[in-house]
């Protein structure tokens, strides 16, 4: 291989000083969920970086080993620099996403024999160095080198601090060496100071490759000290498709023992880059940037409040960490789109929908809505552009649709909750629905990448298995069962908006009856554990294709592939027959019926959770703690919560239980700590027994603040098996004083209106069977009539 680094500055800088007051910041922790996922270990893939609330820099450091999916593990491995945008909690590929032109601090060697190449210079960190807070990471090297950084949306600050009696430090301005080694072509340029750089790189999650932009400033600047060696300030390498083998950039020198960086990024240009660094960090001030990026986060972190004297402190730590991750992403790349010209909103991260459609769009919409609303117009404005929702855009590029096209329960959301006040918000209505109904119709020509095959969906209505498309559109034809199951989905979140927003009834009916058509991947004679139907993928005649209802299953007796692949041999996608089976969150009371009645139901969901087939890290178990609530048992589902939270989760590194999968994990923890549960598409909530006495959930859209209130609570339910005699079991619901008549379910109307909730609990068991869900009854499903 070549090396390439060039270049020297000779520069003297100011320290800055940094102390700032805490308040909700404070009970962050950036590492839960920071160690391996090697050897068997929980790999929850957090980035423990700085950035600010949906930040499109995350700055960070990166690590020599994987797997590494956000750059950084909690481990002893070395470190190979600190780059400038990474992925925050994904899967997908293990060496990681972005990691791009990272920077390196060196010293006690001369410029001509610097080890600058990635395994050369890579260097341990000091036991214990690394710390973070929100917007601020620092760690120090065993060569006692600090390192500390501070962001803001598309810029920031990054500082080495080298130790004293050195004369000249150096650092490593890397051009080629992202997470993945996969630089395509690119350059770097230098003049009067300031380093400019472009590449191209292979995207996280997808077959595609995408462009970004980076600028570097170093303060104290004096271009009377600069000298280019050899005579040349840029390199430059021709895009090819092929990953480059050089490895290349600048080294520069300064005098100084402490050298701030100042850099942007973009998706558009180098000039582009560096006017959003001059935009974001205009005067260099460290105090300034650092204080904005607290303030940002103390906004939404403040959004839920508890009384922190009063609270568990490991419930605290667990919430506020848990919103903190729900909030980094997906990343607001507004005026970076570099596809099309638009006065909407753009976001990326989005990757992938499937991920985050069950719990984090549900949580930014009680909390966060008016950035919500900005994610959802960019989703709309993703099918202006090309025909269909997006579905997994990562580093701006499509990625694989791993089970519907789960944006679609994403606007059916926005629809219900927020349609009355879409204009407002700067979310178009009647585009949101049409981009719906698009999604719903039309097959585009590869619906492995977006949209759905609704040539096969709206022929036989379900998914065929072998099945030749006539139409000539293709895709990965696996999946089937699963894919099935949530095209159902989709179509409920069609006739939802189609209620929400006026729409005929034609269309209402139309997409409520093909939102109806999971019963067809319904095997009623397949008999497994006692317990007899379960989902199944069907040949195009109609006979089903039998796949072991435990296969993929944490306990599968036989390897099969549930993955993305063409391996995949079951129909269902990163889960067993046994856990989809309860997927139909418009309609489960269709499932108990099908699955033989109240008792019989709970009897199974019993024996999925002693059978071993829950998975806590794994989407499509999320609501099934909660799923007892159809059958009228809200007491097991309050017993249930507590056993998934207190068994799976931690305020330590392992404290996740798999990938954070761009913070669904995290959404889904607040609502457990806070006894809420969406119900998707739609504005009815379950209630459980949160693990707060008190919380207050603010809305920025209706300007209010909903206070809520557990009478009775009792420190000793909190754990995985409460004793007897805890009390935990939701005895009444009061609203604004008037008592609900439900204690299974709350509208989201009122979890946003304001006022006081009051939920009274007891340690009655007995009386809590006997209660069931009070008055109002079971839950709403679609086939007895609810969400009407």
């Not at 997470?179 to 996280?204: K, M, N, P």
């Not at 700067?426 to 990448?449: C, F, H, I, K, M």
């Not at 931690?650 to 969406?678: E, R």
């Not at 098996?721 to 008592?739: C, F, H, M, W």
């Amino acid at each position: 291989m070549m090396d390439l680094f060039r270049g020297v500055l000779l520069l003297s800088v100011v320290a800055a000083s940094q102390v700032y007051g805490a308040n909700l910041t404070s009970l962050v922790d950036l590492f839960i969920g920071t160690s391996t996922a090697a050897n068997g270990g929980s790999g929850g893939n957090a980035f423990p970086g700085s950035a600010v609330p949906h930040a499109m820099a995350k700055v960070g450091i990166d690590v020599s080993t994987t797997p590494r999916q956000a750059g950084y593990i909690a481990d002893n491995s070395s470190i190979t620099g600190i780059s400038l945008m990474h992925d925050e909690g994904t899967g997908g590929n293990t060496a990681g996403g972005y990691g791009i032109f990272p920077l390196f601090p060196l010293t006690n060697c001369s410029f001509s024999e610097c080890p600058v190449r990635i395994g050369a210079r890579a260097a341990l960190r000091t036991a214990g160095a690394d710390a973070a807070s929100p917007g601020y990471f620092t760690t120090k090297f065993v060569n006692e080198i600090q390192l500390e950084t501070t962001s803001t949306r598309r810029a920031g600050l990054i500082r080495f601090t080298y130790p004293e009696g050195n004369s000249v430090n150096h650092v490593v301005v890397d051009l080629t060496n992202d997470l993945q080694r996969s630089f395509e072509g690119g350059g770097l340029s230098i003049a009067d100071g300031r380093v400019t750089l472009h590449g191209t790189f292979l995207q996280s999650y997808g077959t595609d490759n995408y462009t970004a932009y980076a600028c570097y400033d170093f303060s104290s600047y004096n271009p009377n000290n600069i000298v280019i060696t050899p005579n040349s300030s840029t390199v430059s390498f021709a895009f090819k498709s092929s990953v480059y083998p050089n490895q290349a950039g600048a080294l520069l020198s300064f005098g100084s023992s402490t050298v701030t960086a100042r850099f942007g990024i973009s998706m558009i240009s180098t000039d582009q880059a560096c006017a959003n660094a001059e935009e974001e960090v205009p005067t260099w001030n460290w105090d300034a940037a650092q204080a904005a990026s607290v303030s940002k986060w103390e906004d939404v972190l403040s959004r839920v409040q508890v009384d922190t004297d009063v609270e568990d402190p490991t419930v605290v730590e667990l919430l506020y960490s848990s919103l903190y991750r729900a909030f980094l992403i997906p990343a607001n790349l507004t005026d970076e789109n570099p596809y099309w010209d638009s006065p909407y909103p753009f976001y990326d991260a989005l990757f992938c929908s499937w991920d985050t459609f069950r719990t984090a769009h549900p949580l930014h919409s009680i909390i966060n809505p008016r950035t919500w609303a900005d994610i959802v117009s960019a989703y709309v404005d993703g099918w202006r552009n090309t025909g269909y929702i997006p579905e997994c855009r990562a580093n701006t590029k499509a990625g694989y649709v791993q089970g519907g096209s789960d944006g679609m329960p994403i606007l059916g959301d926005f629809a219900v909750k927020y349609g009355s006040r879409a204009a407002e918000l700067g979310v178009v209505a009647d585009d949101l629905y049409q981009a719906l109904v698009d999604t719903a119709e039309n097959t585009p020509s590869d619906w492995y990448r977006v949209g759905r095959q609704n040539t096969a969906w709206k022929q036989f209505g379900y998914i065929p298995t072998d099945w030749t498309d006539p139409s000539g559109s293709t895709g990965l034809p696996t999946r089937e069962a699963s894919r099935a199951l949530e095209y159902a989905l989709g179509d409920f979140a069609v006739r939802q908006a189609g209620l929400a927003l006026g729409k005929s009834s034609d269309d209402i009916a139309t997409y409520a009856n093909r939102s109806m058509n999971f019963v067809n991947m319904w095997d009623a004679n397949l008999t497994h554990d006692g317990f007899t139907g379960f989902a199944q993928r069907r040949y195009p005649n109609g006979t089903f294709a039998f796949s072991p209802p435990d296969a993929c299953s944490p306990v599968d007796p036989v390897p099969h592939s549930c993955a993305r692949g063409t391996d995949n041999n079951v129909g269902f996608y990163e889960s067993s027959s046994w856990e989809y089976s309860f997927f139909a969150p418009h309609s489960v009371a269709t499932l108990v019926e099908l699955m033989g009645g109240n008792d019989t139901f709970v009897d199974r969901v019993n024996h999925y959770f002693s059978a071993r087939y829950f998975l806590a890290g794994n989407e499509p178990s999320f609501a099934m703690p909660w799923i007892y609530h159809y059958a009228g048992r809200p007491d097991l589902s309050v017993l249930r919560v507590r056993q998934v939270v207190y068994e799976n989760f931690n305020t330590k590194i392992s404290g996740i239980p798999g990938n954070d999968d761009s913070g669904a994990m995290a959404a889904l923890l607040v609502f457990h700590i806070l006894g809420l549960y969406p119900v998707l598409s739609s504005t009815q909530m379950l209630i459980g027994s949160p693990l707060l006495s008190s919380f207050v959930l603010s809305n920025d859209a209706f300007g209010t603040s909903t206070k809520f209130v557990v009478n009775n609570f009792d420190s000793a339910s909190l754990s995985a098996a409460p004793p007897d005699g805890s009390r935990l079991y939701v005895k009444s619901v009061t609203i604004n004083g008037e008592q609900s008549s439900s204690v299974c379910v709350i509208d989201w109307h009122d979890v946003v209106g304001g006022g006081e909730i009051i939920l009274e609990v007891d340690s009655d068991a007995d009386a809590a069977r006997e209660r069931g869900c009070g008055e109002a009854g079971l839950p709403d499903s679609l086939e007895t009539g609810g969400f009407s």
